[in-house]
T-cell receptor
């Protein structure tokens, strides 16, 4: 079945850039997502990218997609303490009954 | 409503008891998903409802798990004879017709602890 892999932890200093990486196996993935989960909260959609794109930028967030290598990354510029959360990569090949396949999440730890 | 609402937010139950978890999706959202999130794990798909179609139950881990949804309204996830391995956060998500592109809207989840 489909698989989505992420590193479990990333530690960065406040003000630096954070880069969270994700690899996936489903070659038919059409949409890829980044979700943020703060403690005790549900998942908040940060951004998504369609598989025919290789980059998407939204304020401090930059998503890069290498479809050949099935590699997705999320860059957060000027990381702040409020960015501390778990970040989930997810993919779908079309929604509906397929749903979303999630990675296990990357804990982003911000050092002062 | 403005968002996906789940209740209760926390539930502690004794092993062997039945529990009912509720999800109130965004009004007008036709699709509704239940996911399970175990400690330190990603999200595990449980069940999917789309309008009045038969649900996709392929993710339910055992016959102790069942879910219902009437039309495009509230859904209830029932776990019978709970076991300790059922302890997890149960998340509900809903989406409208553009859900695939815009992702799904998640509730805050129900944290279930079986003691």
């Amino acid at each position: 079945g489909e698989d989505v892999e992420q590193s479990l932890f990333l530690s960065v200093r406040e003000g630096d850039s954070s880069v969270i990486n994700c690899t996936y196996t489903d070659s038919s993935s059409t949409y890829l997502y980044w979700y943020k989960q703060e403690p005790g909260a549900g998942l908040q959609l940060l951004t998504y990218i369609f598989s025919n794109m290789d980059m998407k930028q939204d304020q401090r967030l930059t998503v890069l997609l290498n479809k050949k290598d099935k590699h997705l990354s999320l860059r957060i510029a000027d990381t702040q303490t409020g960015d501390s959360a778990i970040y989930f990569c997810a993919e779908t090949s079309g929604g509906g009954a397929d749903g979303l396949t999630f990675g296990k999440g990357t804990h982003l730890i911000i050092q002062p | 409503g403005a968002g996906v609402s789940q209740s209760p937010s926390n539930k502690v139950t004794e092993k062997g008891k039945d529990v009912e978890l509720r999800c109130d999706p965004i009004s007008g959202h036709t699709a509704l998903y239940w996911y399970r999130q175990r400690l330190g794990q990603g999200l595990e798909f449980l069940i999917y409802f789309q309008g009045n179609s038969a649900p996709d139950k392929s993710g339910l881990p055992s016959d102790r798990f069942s879910a219902e949804r009437t039309g495009e309204s509230v859904s209830t996830l029932t776990i019978q004879r709970t076991q300790q391995e059922d302890s997890a956060v149960y998340l509900c998500a809903s989406s409208g017709r553009t859900g695939v592109r815009r992702g799904y809207t998640f509730g805050s989840g129900t944290r279930l602890t079986v003691v």
